[in-house]
């Protein structure tokens, strides 16, 4: 394998906004309007990247524990902020909080695993490896705890009648939500599962792709892109099943009473 990797010059990256102009017209010619929304996205996603991979040279020239631990305490803060954005809705505080908690504990965890145990790197907080891996958990993270979120808010308010009516008849808030709980994690996880059913015939993870890209040999860069799918797949559930386990406690009352 070549070891070596075509720079992409500015005027080469320049060339593919063009896909952006075209997608405009699209828009335009049906009548859409989403011009300042497409427009706005692009130009976030360009100055978030740039500005990230300034930092990340930083971070890489200066590798350091407390410099790394930072990196995966914004990335984990900006995925809770942007999972409850998500949600469609009001949620409580407390129900909040619980997001916060199982993203920490779903997220983070797991991350920790496979970067130490799995894959052994030393020291562990090798931000060539930490940041970009954590990213990829988090973010997979993020998407299914956003979509459990939904889920739950939206079953709780349209079964609110069922619940109540299995309350009178002596089901504990566990028993009554059972169904509610099952359907959440299911709706959650099952966009992830559906991802790991194509990948490597319909699609090319962007993590392998990257790899081959850079020259490393394809075999490596699949084992390589099996165990993130398996640590996205482990730390989804975890941080998912976390959330609406606790996350349904918080439509109840202490005496059992639905809010």
Request: hydrophobic letters at 55%.
């Amino acid at each position: 394998m070549n070891a070596s990797i075509m720079n992409l010059s500015i005027l080469q990256l320049s060339l593919a906004y063009v896909f952006i102009f075209i997608i405009l017209l699209i828009f335009k010619s049906r009548g859409i309007r989403r011009e300042r929304q497409i427009l706005l996205a692009a130009l976030r996603m360009t100055l978030q990247l740039t500005a990230m991979g300034y930092v990340l040279m930083f971070v890489f020239d200066n590798p350091s524990w407390w410099l790394t631990s930072i990196m995966l305490l914004i990335m984990v803060s900006f995925a809770v902020y942007n999972a409850i954005k998500r949600v469609k809705g009001d949620m409580s505080k407390e129900l909040q909080r619980t997001m916060g908690v199982a993203m920490i504990g779903g997220a983070v965890l797991p991350t920790v695993f496979f970067i130490v145990i799995v894959l052994q790197v030393r020291p562990w907080f090798e931000p060539q490896y930490m940041i970009p891996i954590s990213g990829m958990i988090v973010g997979n993270c993020m998407t299914g705890i956003s979509l459990g979120a939904n889920k739950l808010c939206d079953a709780m308010a349209e079964k609110r009648v069922m619940i109540e009516n299995s309350l009178m008849l002596g089901a504990s808030p566990a028993q009554a939500a059972r169904e509610i709980i099952n359907d959440s994690f299911d709706s959650a996880i099952l966009p992830t599962m559906n991802n790991m059913l194509t990948m490597g015939i319909v699609s090319l993870p962007g993590m392998m792709t990257g790899q081959i890209l850079s020259g490393v040999f394809p075999l490596t860069a699949i084992k390589y892109q099996i165990g993130i799918m398996l640590a996205i797949l482990g730390a989804t559930a975890l941080t998912t099943i976390l959330f609406v386990m606790l996350g349904y406690k918080t439509f109840f009352t202490a005496d059992h009473r639905l809010r």
